[in-house]
């Protein structure tokens, strides 16, 4: 694992990705994630060089969060709703959240996540890999 610090930016840049590469064997990688930290705008804006993007929304960050930030719903072959194990604590529409993600992007991919619970992470895990393998 290789920390890169923005240097008070709000993302990730490809030749901050490039730098950080030097420190691997890239032929001895299957899979590389990179966890483009901050909001969810900047990170939509830029490309680093990824196969694809992943976006992580929590269910405590509330269910309006596709139409607050479109982008990177939209530019997001996946989207994790994590923490559903929260789900009867929060007032969470799972459906309009899922209705509001497959409006913006029709062929998303949607995982319901909790990590404490162990709840659909094999899926997860299973697509990715089976991405990485392509």
């Known amino acids: 694992m ?4 923005t240097a008070g930016g709000c993302h990730l840049d490809a030749a ?3 730098k950080a590469c030097t ?3 890239l032929d001895a990688i299957d899979l590389l994630i990179v966890e483009n930290v901050g909001n969810l705008v900047c990170p939509a804006e830029f490309d680093i060089g ?4 992943a976006v992580v929304l929590s269910i405590t960050e509330g269910d309006d969060k596709p139409l607050k930030y479109p982008l990177i ?3 997001s072959e996946v ?3 994590n923490k559903v194990d929260l789900l009867p604590f929060t007032n969470f529409d799972l459906q309009a959240a899922r209705e ?3 409006t913006l992007h029709p062929t998303i991919k949607i995982f319901e996540t ?3 619970k162990d709840t659909g992470l094999d899926d997860w895990a299973a697509w990715l890999l089976g991405k990485a393998a392509r």
């Open 2 to 5: 290789i920390q890169i610090n």
């Open 16 to 18: 901050m990705i490039q």
């Open 23 to 25: 420190s691997f064997d």
């Open 50 to 53: 990824e196969n694809f993007k």
């Open 73 to 75: 719903f939209k530019e």
């Open 79 to 81: 989207t994790l709703l």
């Open 100 to 102: 509001d993600l497959t």
């Open 114 to 116: 909790s990590c404490t």
